[in-house]
């Protein structure tokens, strides 16, 4: 059984058990075990508020009626505004939870898929053009494992200064995401084969809990919200969301959803595990100083000890299983590295441009922590 080493030198086992559990037995932290708290609606969300001509023909279609928004239309929306983006969301939601009162089959509704695909293309095209380019996989990474002297992005502003409502704004935008945490990189698993599935698959269970239920890093998010005061329904935040929330979510749904894009996808889930271990770090470093509660602090300190031992066995079994075995994937690999951290810069620049004018980053404000609805 292959070995990686782990923080502090500690060498873990890259696949075959758990790699929390590993962790925890070389000297890591035990669980905690806080109480799952996250609501689960069989019926999913309530569909969102439109923000535009496209998502309001996706919003009306999902809800019954017979207009699809035209492509010349499709066309014409901005590549990263909230209206292609939240049409693109509704088109992808389908494929997880679904909507309350939408029918089961639209997910695979003709006329819907070919919106979606027109929206991909819109985006897709966008992101190709913006995303910086990298001569080679090991370029990328490299420039993604150098942490910057004096940081300036989102958790370096919340592990410094960040006050309780920033903490609380900036959960209530991840929640569209950590509410499914890993369940998008899902869709990579049977495109992958041999030591990169293996990899893949082991790092997916240990995002699961390893087999139980009350480790399931989205359950530890929807307790991490519990003592925020937020809402810990699935969906709660969608109205609230800004686009660039919007479009990093809606990055590994286009990535998972396309065999063609298995590459980028491997490259997004690297970027996120090799940045989330000392951003989190931070993360608990801010929860800790606003005293948000043990459950905050207890989901990044998770990721701060898990994450170090995943960003190893994604970039030497993952990543480097897949180039054993599809080499031409290389650029695929490199444009989903840098496409994760273009929108994430774009999704920073949002945030800290609101909250260091006194502003909320968010569409719609939330309510006061003490009448905050817990689910």
């Known amino acids: 059984m292959r070995s990686v080493a782990g923080?502090?030198?500690?060498?873990?086992?890259?696949?075959?058990?758990?790699?929390?559990?590993?962790?925890?037995?070389?000297?890591?932290?035990?669980?905690?075990?806080?109480?799952?708290r996250m609501a689960h609606d069989p019926h999913g969300p309530q569909l969102p508020a439109a923000r535009g001509t496209v998502s309001a023909a996706v919003r009306g279609y999902l809800a019954g009626s017979d207009a699809l928004p035209a492509a010349e239309t499709v066309a014409l929306a901005s590549a990263y505004g909230d209206d292609l983006q939240l049409a693109l969301y509704l088109c992808y939601e389908l494929h997880y939870r679904g909507f309350a009162g939408v029918a089961p089959d639209r997910e695979w509704d003709p006329g819907l898929l070919r919106v979606r695909a027109a929206l991909e293309h819109r985006f897709l095209t966008a992101l190709r053009e913006d995303t910086p380019v990298h001569d080679s996989v090991e370029d990328a990474l490299a420039e993604l494992l150098v942490e910057p002297v004096e940081g300036s992005g989102v958790s370096h502003f919340l592990a410094a200064e960040g006050e309780l409502w920033q903490l609380r704004e900036y959960a209530a935008q991840r929640s569209l995401y950590h509410l499914k945490e890993a369940d998008p990189h899902a869709w990579v698993l049977p495109r992958l084969w041999g030591r990169a599935k293996a990899a893949m698959a082991a790092v997916e269970f240990d995002e699961w809990g390893g087999g139980r239920p009350d480790r399931v890093h989205a359950r530890l998010f929807a307790d991490l919200m519990t003592d925020l005061g937020l809402d810990t329904t699935y969906g709660r935040y969608l109205d609230a969301a800004c686009a660039e929330t919007l479009a990093t979510v809606n990055l590994m749904s286009l990535f998972g959803l396309h065999r063609a894009l298995r590459g980028a996808l491997v490259g997004h889930f690297a970027a996120v595990e090799i940045t989330s271990s000392p951003g989190s770090r931070r993360l608990a470093q801010a929860m800790r100083r606003a005293d948000a509660g043990p459950a905050a602090v207890h989901f990044y300190d998770e990721h701060v000890e898990a994450d170090a031992v995943h960003e190893q066995v994604v970039r030497h079994d993952v990543i480097g299983g897949l180039l054993d075995e599809e080499p031409h994937l290389a650029p695929d690999i490199t444009f989903?590295?840098?496409?994760?951290?273009?929108?994430?810069?774009?999704?920073?620049?949002?945030?800290?441009?609101?909250?260091?004018?006194?502003?909320?980053?968010?569409?719609?404000?939330?309510?006061d922590q003490e009448k905050a609805h817990i689910s």
């Not at 502090?8 to 109480?35: E, T």
């Not at 968010?362 to 309510?367: A, N, S």
């Open 7 to 36: 923080p502090q030198g500690r060498r873990v086992r890259s696949y075959g058990v758990s790699l929390h559990v590993v962790w925890a037995a070389a000297g890591g932290p035990a669980s905690v075990g806080y109480p799952a």
């Open 336 to 367: 989903g590295l840098g496409a994760t951290g273009h929108l994430e810069d774009r999704l920073a620049a949002r945030l800290l441009s609101a909250w260091r004018s006194g502003e909320s980053s968010l569409r719609t404000p939330l309510p």
